[in-house]
């Protein structure tokens, strides 16, 4: 029995289960697939996720799944290059 808590008090070390996406991989499709309306975005040089919609009124968005919501640390960096508006924005949902 006292084995089995040496165990559990090394196994963080052991473990990963967090979901991390920089794409690094210059795409939306794989690693993981992220779904959507996922024509209206790209991955620039920079492997930073962009919107590449025509300027209409329309919406756009992007979700993949994901486990890692409890006891878990939510980062994010967002650029907008433009003016918001009440009809021009962005809202972010980080668990639905």
């Known amino acids: 029995m006292r084995s089995f ?13 967090q979901f991390n996406e920089g794409f690094d991989d210059g795409e939306i499709s794989q690693n993981p697939s992220w779904l959507g309306t ?8 920079n492997n930073r996720l962009q919107l590449n919609a ?3 009124t329309s919406s756009a968005w992007l979700f993949t799944n ?3 919501i409890e006891e878990a ?4 960096d967002f ?5 918001p508006s009440s009809s021009n924005y ?3 949902w980080i668990a639905a």
Do not use: H, Y
């Open 90 to 92: 962005a809202k972010i």
């Open 54 to 56: 025509p300027p209409e």
């Open 66 to 68: 994901s486990t890692a």
């Open 73 to 76: 640390t939510w980062e994010i």
């Open 38 to 45: 996922d024509l209206k975005f790209t991955v620039d040089s």
């Open 79 to 83: 650029t907008l290059d433009f003016n």
């Open 5 to 17: 808590f040496i165990f559990l008090a090394f196994l963080p070390l052991f473990v990963d289960a």
